[in-house]
């Protein structure tokens, strides 16, 4: 439970305020960049942390994000001619390049000379892992390119996509480290026959099939939360019909980060930047280690991901159809009776409101990650105030990024979860659990 400053403190974005100055401190995904596809192709809108932005990609193929409104008298961009590095304004001609320099003014009076004095805002943007992303905070505090171990994999290794998210980033990001909803929204009633018990035993990575069927049929779970240099580690244990442990570990990076336990050399991360304070977006990165994603794994990626209308901008399960829900598949197939799966998530987190006010909830011990995550973004939120750096950036830069992962794997009944595939520096000694 939060006061309503604090609350404000941490969901609030826009520029100007402790939370939206922490976000300009790091690099932003914002795009994927398909959503781009040619040199010279139509700009599109882009909102983030409440700035109104258009998005395009010039002659040499290089991305600029700048200001919606023309710097002249406040023409949309979205609707300028993107050819021969720059976009141009419809209005009266001005034209800008990727960094922001005015590089044409055909309605001005030969030779004078006035457009050198004008530019319009510009961020900077850079390519990896298939996702664009842009630097918004300020130009000394600039910090290292995004490393983690998801940049550094060959491009047919990551599948990367967008979804757009109707409230506030922090509620959608909440459902990230909130390990006990797994066993109750996400159930299909066919997930709770015993498959796979083969993999019950210590040390193994379990199938996907025997994950659905333990978490569907020990609905709880202990939480233990590891702090990190980079943010903590969510530790969630349950039992398992062999008296084992079964075992996920979530690697939260501040700000919005977060790596979702998975077995083996596959991973995923989910990532929130906010739009702005009653929107974000879902920006999902899955890669393998190992090799290439296959069609058909991008493919199973793309059904289960959320529908759009053909628009290709709004989803199609939203709270104004709520979501689609069916009440007999509810009864009969699946617990939630909405789908596809990412929109059970969605149908939780965009009914709590805009923005949830967390002065009315009631918080159990399954939700200590998401209490520590409060307490480390007010924490960010007062710093940066105090003229601190946030983690991982300033002067405060030295995470090892590129060895963050995640885990899942079953442990025997008196191992330790805290010592499984500890890489990135996290400690893994037992007199920090929180309990
Ligand atoms: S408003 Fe854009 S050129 Fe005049
Ligand atoms: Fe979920």
Redesign the pocket.
């Known amino acids: 439970m939060l006061t309503p400053e604090e609350n404000d403190l941490i969901c609030r974005t826009d520029k100007g305020t402790p939370m939206g100055e922490v976000m300009r401190r790091y690099w932003q995904p914002f795009l994927i960049s398909d959503e781009l596809p040619d040199p010279d192709c139509d700009a599109i809108r882009v909102r983030l942390l409440g700035e109104q932005l258009v998005a395009f990609r010039d002659t040499n193929g290089v991305v600029g994000l700048v200001a919606d409104a023309c710097p002249h008298r406040g023409a949309s961009m979205f609707f300028g001619i993107n050819q021969e590095c720059g976009l141009m304004c419809i209005y009266h001609g001005w034209k800008f390049d990727v960094n922001g320099e005015c590089t044409d003014m055909p309605s001005d009076l030969p030779g004078s000379g006035f457009k050198d004095k004008v530019r319009i805002e510009a961020y900077p943007c850079i390519e990896s892992a298939g996702v664009i992303w842009t630097y918004m905070g300020p130009k000394e505090k600039e910090p290292p390119h995004p490393n983690f171990i998801f940049n550094n994999l060959p491009q047919e290794n990551v599948h990367a996509f967008r979804v757009p998210i109707y409230c506030n980033w922090l509620q959608s990001m909440e ?1 990230n480290i ?1 390990s006990t ?2 066993g109750t ?2 159930v299909d009633y066919q997930d709770m026959h015993p498959v796979d018990l083969e993999y019950d035993k210590p040390d193994t990575y379990p199938s996907g099939a025997f994950v659905r069927y333990n978490l569907a049929k020990y609905r709880y779970a202990r939480i233990d939360v590891q702090d990190t240099s980079y943010g903590y580690r969510l530790i969630a244990s349950r039992p398992t019909d062999n008296g084992n442990q079964h075992v996920r570990t979530n690697c939260h990076v501040l700000p919005y980060s977060t790596f979702i336990a998975s077995p083996g050399k596959g991973g995923s991360v989910l990532i929130h930047p906010p739009t702005d304070d009653e929107n974000c977006y879902r920006i999902g990165i899955q890669f393998r280690t190992d090799r290439p994603i296959t069609g058909q794994e991008r493919r199973t990626i793309t059904m289960a991901g959320t529908y759009m209308e053909s628009d290709g901008k709004t989803r199609k399960n939203r709270e104004e159809n709520d979501f689609n829900v069916d009440r007999w598949a509810q009864k009969n197939t699946i617990l939630s009776g909405i789908w596809p799966f990412a929109d ?2 969605y149908a939780i987190i965009e009914t709590m409101g805009k923005i949830f006010d967390r002065t009315k909830e009631h918080l159990y011990q399954g939700d200590q990650a998401i209490i520590r995550n409060r307490q480390q973004l007010l924490k960010m939120a007062m710093d940066i105030q105090e003229g601190i750096d946030p983690p991982g950036t300033g002067n405060n830069n030295d995470i090892p990024h590129h060895l963050i992962h995640s885990v899942e794997k079953i442990i025997g009944p008196d191992d330790d979860p805290w010592f499984l595939e500890a890489d990135a520096g996290e400690t893994t000694e037992k007199g920090q659990r929180t309990r």
Do not use: I, N, P, R
């Open positions: 459902g909130d909803h797994l929204l996400h059970q998530d």
